[in-house]
C-alpha cells in the first residue's frame, strides 16, 4: 500500500506557499512550476492540489473531479508553452524503483528540445 501522506514534504511547503517556486500555472486542482535542476531545456513539474503520495493513491482514491483536473492541467500546461507541434515527454516516478524523491505525485513535463528514447 501507499505510505501515509507527508505534509512536511517539499511539494506541500510549496503549496501552502513556505517555500518559493517558479510557478507556470495554477488552478483549483494543479499547480505547476519549474524544476529547480532541469533536466532538458524546458522541465515543469505539475501536482495536484490534493494530499496524493503518488500516481497510485491518486489514480486509487481521488475523485473523478480531481483527476479530471489535473489532468486537464497538465494539457493546459503543456499547450500554454506551446509545445504540442514539436512534441513533449510527461513522465511520473512511483516508489522506491521508479527512483521518486518527492513523496507528492507529480508529473515531469520535458520539452524544448528533441528528447531521444528515455530521460532518467
Ligand atoms: P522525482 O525524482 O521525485 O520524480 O522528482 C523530484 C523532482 O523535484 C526533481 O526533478 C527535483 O529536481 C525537483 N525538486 C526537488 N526539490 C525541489 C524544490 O524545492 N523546488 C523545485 N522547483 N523542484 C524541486
New binding site residues.
Partial sequence: PTQPYDDDN?FAR?LRGE?P??KVYEDDWALA?????P?AKL?I?VIPKGRYVSWDDFSATASAEEITGFIRAVGHVAREHDLVEDGYRLLA?VGAHG????PHL?V?LFGGQPLGRMIA
Fill in positions: 517539499i510549496i517555500v517556486a517558479s512550476f519549474h524544476d529547480v535542476a533536466q522541465h513539474l516516478n527512483g521518486q524523491e518527492v507529480h515531469h
